[in-house]
T-cell receptor, first 118, second 111 residues
Framework: EPEVTQTPSHQVTQMGQEVILRCVPI?????FYWYRQILGQKVEFLVS????????KSEIFDDQFSVERPDGSNFTLKIRSTKLEDSAMYFC????????????????FGPGTRLTVL | QKEVEQDPGPLSVPEGAIVSLNCTYS??????FMWYRQYSRKGPELLMY????GNKEDGRFTAQVDKSSKYISLFIRDSQPSDSATYLC???????????FGKGTTLSVSS
């Protein structure tokens, strides 16, 4: 069964450093997303990406964040200068158009990257 | 006013019990409703997906959406210890848009 994969599973970085989190969405999916979950809190939306551009972003997704689809399979999230409060699980998700012309919104999540900022 | 409300529990039931999990929401534009299961420090796993109102059944799981009351439910029949996890409701408006999650309900099923 196709699945979303993410690397690395755990990333430790120093405050102020840049990190890149990588995701391989399900191959025929067209929408890609990043979410984060701070320990003990809700899953929060960061950004969605469609047709090689950002389609929606939240207030969390400020100038320190960027996304890219560098090739036909990878989808990345870059944090330019990490802060302590960026420590969280980061989840990539993807979704695809549905059947009979109706666009569905079933989003399939990857296992996550645990980011620890020291 | 929070967009999606979900009682965090914890909820403890004996094996074989029927479990009812619920969420309420305030945004009438939501039309896609999902239930995810999440184990500790893992990614959310999609369990049930419903578009608009109605019921959907998949094995021991039944999802219900009542848009008039802005209320969604997940029922688990014949609960098993392996069902012990956190259950997240999530919803959105248009396709391809952000999912808004509830806080999650932690369920423990004892054998």
């Amino acid at each position: 069964e196709p699945e979303v994969t993410q690397t690395p599973s755990h990333q430790v970085t120093q405050m102020g450093q840049e990190v890149i989190l990588r995701c391989v969405p399900i191959s025929n999916h067209l929408y890609f997303y990043w979410y984060r979950q701070i320990l003990g809190q809700k899953v929060e939306f960061l950004v969605s990406f469609y047709n090689n551009e950002i389609s929606e972003k939240s207030e969390i997704f400020d100038d320190q964040f960027s996304v890219e689809r560098p090739d036909g399979s990878n989808f990345t999230l870059k944090i330019r200068s990490t802060k302590l409060e960026d420590s969280a699980m980061y989840f990539c998700a993807s979704s695809t158009p549905g059947l009979a012309g109706r666009w569905d919104n079933e989003q399939f999540f990857g296992p996550g990257t645990r980011l620890t900022v020291l | 006013q929070k967009e999606v409300e979900q009682d965090p529990g914890p909820l403890s039931v004996p094996e074989g019990a029927i479990v009812s999990l619920n969420c309420t929401y305030s945004n009438s534009a939501f039309q896609y409703f999902m239930w995810y299961r999440q184990y500790s420090r893992k990614g959310p796993e999609l369990l049930m997906y419903t578009y608009s109102s109605g019921n959907k059944e998949d094995g021991r799981f039944t999802a219900q959406v009542d848009k008039s009351s802005k209320y969604i439910s997940l029922f688990i029949r014949d609960s098993q210890p392996s069902d012990s996890a956190t259950y997240l409701c999530a919803m959105s408006g248009q396709a391809g848009t952000a999912l808004i999650f509830g806080k999650g309900t932690t369920l423990s099923v004892s054998s």
